[in-house]
């Protein structure tokens, strides 16, 4: 009897802990994205001339853009990318170097912001909007966005409950004088 009752409590608490670790690495794979979100649409709402006097938004895509902006507020503008590769978002921020300075020989920073990321053809990570908010389809002419939006899904499992978690932001690009 005593085995039986250590079984069975053996079995729930394995249970239990398989239940609780999927529910945890989702919160993880949440909080981790939810923060990669906000700080892009902050990223993205400073975007700035580059150092080098590049135009705010260099390149767009519905699974990436890369953008200049002051990063970590000092005198220096970073290139930012946000891209989605393998179910992997992530962020790299290239610092110029030189005098003057030039993003050439830049130096590279990467970061994972999200995984795994399960967006598919039908919901982009990027859409891009005109001054008039309409959405601006490929080839995006990047002189003509005003803003951007994020949408990123988050699915530790996709096989398993809870189901997927979405995430969503927008930025208007302030510093863009033509779009105001």
């Known amino acids: 009897m005593t085995a039986l009752v250590l079984t069975t409590l053996g079995w729930l608490i394995v249970y239990f802990y398989k239940t609780n670790a999927y529910a945890l690495e989702q919160s993880i794979s949440i909080g981790q994205a939810r923060r990669g979100v906000e700080d892009a649409m902050l990223y993205l709402r400073e975007a700035s001339y580059g150092n080098d006097g590049a135009y705010p938004i260099k390149n767009v895509a519905t699974s990436s853009v890369t953008f200049y902006a002051n990063t970590n507020n000092d005198t220096?503008?970073?290139?930012?990318?946000?891209?989605?590769?393998?179910?992997?978002?992530?962020?790299?921020?290239?610092?110029?170097?030189?005098?003057?300075?030039?993003?050439?020989?830049?130096?590279?920073?990467?970061?994972?912001?999200?995984?795994?990321?399960?967006?598919?053809?039908?919901?982009?990570?990027?859409?891009?909007?005109?001054?008039?908010?309409?959405?601006?389809?490929?080839?995006?002419?990047?002189?003509?966005?005003?803003?951007?939006?994020?949408?990123?899904?988050?699915?530790?499992?996709?096989?398993?409950?809870?189901?997927?978690?979405?995430?969503?932001?927008?930025?208007?690009?302030?510093?863009?004088?033509?779009?105001?």
């Open 76 to 180: 220096v503008i970073e290139r930012v990318t946000y891209i989605l590769i393998n179910k992997v978002l992530y962020r790299t921020i290239a610092t110029p170097t030189g005098n003057p300075l030039s993003y050439a020989n830049a130096t590279i920073a990467t970061s994972t912001i999200a995984t795994p990321v399960t967006n598919n053809e039908s919901t982009p990570v990027f859409r891009y909007f005109d001054k008039n908010g309409t959405e601006l389809f490929a080839p995006v002419d990047i002189s003509e966005i005003a803003s951007i939006r994020t949408t990123v899904i988050v699915d530790v499992n996709v096989n398993r409950a809870p189901v997927a978690f979405t995430l969503s932001g927008g930025a208007t690009l302030r510093n863009l004088k033509n779009n105001q």
